[in-house]
């Protein structure tokens, strides 16, 4: 079974600096995407970042990347010229490519912004 | 685009009562929903996978009985929460997948349920 881990409970950082959330994942599959969802005081879970398994190069969203390593496993996201509104927790997500597949979230991680 | 609905937004019932949470894609066709319960300060577990017109599909430890899932179109999809107790307290969340955008899934904005 796939596995999501996020090994940072919380983290925080200064307004306008730049901060970089970790998240590793395991599966045997060589098709799937991962996903970073955001989630904010409201609840409402905001799509911020996808990244194909087949692509290479880094997915990126406006002040939003990831550092995609294949064979490390590895999905860290990168959030630049950090503002109060990326306060959230941050949920690394992972789906198979065959399909309509479910999410394999990750315990998530509590981004504070400090201004 | 990509707009899912949920409503109610905020129930608050009685023990033994049964609550009904509708999940709707507004803007587009949702084969397959989602719906998940979320603890407080946790992560989202994933209940059941609901498609259009056929049975749903529960995660192991999740009653089918207690929670009903009904997906009767390609926009809508209902959870009851049958016989309401208040270790159902929780919220809830759907979501709807578009298959041509890569397995994405669009949220809904949630359900907090309070059992009294």
């Known amino acids: 079974a796939q596995t999501v881990t996020q090994s940072q409970p919380e983290m925080s950082v200064q307004e306008a600096e730049t901060v970089t959330l970790s998240c590793t994942y395991d599966?045997?599959?060589?098709?799937?995407?991962l996903f970073w969802y955001k989630q904010p005081p409201s609840r409402q879970m905001i799509l911020v970042i996808r990244?194909?398994?087949?692509?290479?190069q880094n997915a990126t969203e406006n002040r939003f990347s990831v550092n995609f390593q294949k064979a490390a496993k590895s999905f860290s996201l990168k959030i630049s010229d950090s503002q109060l509104g990326d306060a959230a927790m941050y949920f690394c997500?992972?789906?198979?490519?065959?399909?309509?597949?479910?999410?394999?979230f990750g315990q998530g991680t509590r981004l504070t912004i400090n201004p | 685009g990509a707009v899912v609905s949920q409503h109610p937004s905020r129930v608050i019932c009685k023990s033994g009562t049964s609550v009904k949470i509708e999940c709707r894609s507004l803007d587009f066709q949702a084969t397959t929903m989602f719906w998940y319960r979320q603890f407080p300060k946790q992560s989202l577990m994933l209940m059941a996978t609901?498609?259009?017109?056929?049975?749903?599909?529960?995660e192991q430890g999740v009653e089918k009985d207690k929670f009903l899932i009904n997906h009767a179109s390609l926009t809508l999809s209902t959870l009851t929460v049958t016989s309401a107790h208040p270790e159902d307290s929780s919220f809830y969340i759907c979501s709807a997948t578009l298959h041509r955008v890569g397995n994405i899934q669009y949220f809904g904005a949630g359900t907090r349920l309070s059992v009294l």
């Open positions: 990244q194909e398994a087949y692509k290479q």
């Open positions: 997500a992972y789906t198979s490519g065959q399909g309509a597949q479910k999410l394999v």
């Open positions: 609901s498609n259009e017109g056929s049975k749903a599909t529960y």
């Open positions: 599966t045997s599959e060589s098709d799937y995407y």
